[in-house]
């Protein structure tokens, strides 16, 4: 098993392309996971949603020491209500185990690991109509930035803003909500309104098709994107040793 080493000043960033049309072991998700993987009707969208878990597992479990199916979840509670149904975390898990955030969107996964609380998110680029449906959820500057771009590349702005909102949020363990437009994460700068207090957000690049962010609390993290390969979710795989799959050039501050 591989081992994984994560230090406290450290992010590290994980994204996969699965493989397409091969089967994915069930054994190491749980009964919940499996029962959620039947719900989907669409295969691709099935055997992402699997692949996107067992690349979790396989990952917290090389940090942990741990095989892949032995990871147990729980959900921790909710800021705004105290429900049960915050953000998800380890059970079980004594003092300095990781957080993590996972992301899957368009045959495209992001996972994120961090000593503090973390949110990621990953975005397909949406279609100009969808921009124009979804326009209301941004903040009213957030908005106007969007309105400033030319037409052909709303799009990719959209989803950079929204990768960016929803990372933070369910770091947060607020999640998407009505909400969303009250949340400014567009561009900083001397006229524009304030960000969330005491958390970072970076943008990370992550091909053409999509958008993604990270969002961390405290300062900005040291933080390494890593290329999971698609052979590391099927049966047999394993996760590459951390800096072999570095990436560092694909961060930036938002």
């Known amino acids: ?13 994980w994204l996969l392309t699965p493989p397409e049309r091969s089967s994915l072991p069930l054994d190491e998700l749980d009964e919940s996971e499996r029962r959620r993987a039947k719900t989907f009707r669409r295969p691709a969208d099935r055997a992402l949603y699997i692949a996107a878990h067992i690349a979790l597992r396989r990952l917290l479990g090389a940090y942990l020491r741990l095989p892949a199916a032995d990871v147990r979840f729980r959900r921790a509670d909710c ?37 503090t609380p973390v949110g990621v998110d990953i975005e397909g680029l949406p279609r100009p109509e969808r921009v124009e449906v979804c326009r209301s959820a941004l903040h009213p500057q957030e908005r106007r930035e969007l309105d400033d771009v030319p037409a052909s590349d709303r799009p990719a702005c959209f989803a950079r803003l929204w990768a960016r909102k929803e990372a933070y949020l369910k770091g947060t363990g607020v999640g998407v909500g009505g909400w969303t437009s009250e949340v400014y994460l567009g561009d900083e700068g001397p ?17 053409p098709d999509h958008a993604a962010a990270a969002a ?25 040793d951390s800096r072999t799959a570095a990436v560092r050039t694909s961060l930036s501050r938002s």
Do not use: K, N, Y
Not at 1 to 13: E, G, I, K, Y
């Open 1 to 13: 098993m591989t081992r994984l080493v994560l230090d406290a000043d450290q992010l590290d960033l």
């Open 216 to 240: 961390i609390r405290g300062p900005a993290p040291r933080a390494t994107v890593h290329r999971l390969p698609a052979e590391a979710v099927l049966a047999g795989g394993r996760i590459p």
């Open 79 to 115: 800021p705004r209500c105290g429900g049960p149904h915050g953000r998800p975390v380890l059970s079980d898990a004594g003092p300095g185990a990781p957080h993590f955030s996972l992301s899957h969107s368009r045959g495209a996964v992001l996972v994120g690991v961090a000593r």
């Open 191 to 207: 006229d524009a309104p304030p960000r969330p207090p005491g958390w970072s957000v970076l943008d990370v690049r992550c091909g």
